[in-house]
């Protein structure tokens, strides 16, 4: 069986810019999706220069002039969608997706037309924008899809479409299937909510941070995506604790345990007994020094 190559990093030089760049991009008053997902792309991968990053952007302009003017109602963008991504240039997901890092990275997934839910999600929401359709992010639990109409106000009209399984147009009970498969529990009004550009790069850098967890030997891609993480304006204080414990599981022993301290500074405010629990785990990662 062959195995995926794994991409080099970028420079230490161009690792600074990029993120720069996303940071300012995260802070801006209309985050733009693309560019921050292609930006993640150019971390993880340094082979994706300038050129690469523009070229992605022209894609998804080029996909999106072959759309029909306007088609109309929602099922009708949908339905166009759909027949141009699905069907003409066959993006869809599979099983195995979920074991590639590069399902989760913007660029590989328009050259591959394969990735995860989210990712294809991008790829739709991205193509729909530019053409002008109503369109918009739902971050169903364990499965993102795409919604055309009106983000807000009645549900009635409002088209919901997988792009994992080619932009099949879910009809009826679907949607409420889908979250039954992956929590057991039922769908409610507040997961059909737009999701925000932050909230989607947010849940990829997740899903990255999550596949790098099952592969201790990638723990510098981990790493990077938590730094990332940490850029966007609102985060969870815990990364910086899953930051600082993947330095000491690097071998970068006085960096992590310093950062364990910080954060036990932190939450001590909060939880007397958790800090002094994070205190402890600092002191072993100084007794490493040893």
Do not use: K
């Amino acid at each position: 069986m062959r195995h995926p190559r794994s991409p080099r990093p970028p420079s230490p030089e161009r690792s600074a810019e990029l993120r720069r760049r996303f940071a300012e991009e995260a802070r801006s008053e209309r985050p733009d999706l693309a560019t921050l997902c292609l930006l993640v792309g150019a971390e993880a991968d340094g082979a994706l220069d300038e050129a690469g990053l523009d070229a992605a952007q022209m894609e998804l302009d080029e996909l999106a002039g072959q759309l029909p003017f306007r088609p109309g109602s929602p099922s009708a963008w949908a339905a166009a969608l759909r027949d141009l991504l699905g069907e003409r240039y066959g993006f869809h997901g599979v099983a195995a997706d979920y074991q590639r890092l590069e399902s989760s990275l913007l660029h590989e997934v328009l050259r591959r037309r394969r990735g995860l839910p989210i990712m294809l999600s991008v790829v739709w929401l991205e193509v729909a924008r530019r053409a002008g359709a109503p369109v918009y992010g739902v971050a169903l639990p364990g499965h993102f899809v795409v919604g055309f109409g009106a983000e807000f106000g009645p549900e009635e009209g409002r088209v919901l479409a997988d792009p994992f399984d080619g932009g099949r147009v879910l009809s009826g009970n679907d949607a409420e299937v889908l979250v039954a498969g992956v929590t057991g529990a039922a769908l409610r009004p507040s997961m059909l909510e737009p999701a925000a550009p932050l909230e989607v790069v947010s849940r990829i850098l997740n899903n990255i941070r999550a596949w790098a967890a099952a592969r201790p030997e990638r723990s510098d891609v981990g790493l990077w995506a938590i730094e990332l993480a940490l850029l966007l304006p609102a985060h969870a204080a815990r990364l910086r604790y899953e930051r600082a414990r993947l330095l000491v599981q690097r071998g970068e022993f006085s960096a992590g345990a310093g950062e364990l301290e910080a954060y036990a500074e932190v939450v001590g405010a909060v939880d007397e007994a958790v800090a002094e629990q994070v205190r402890g785990e600092a002191r072993a990662a100084r007794a490493m020094l040893n």
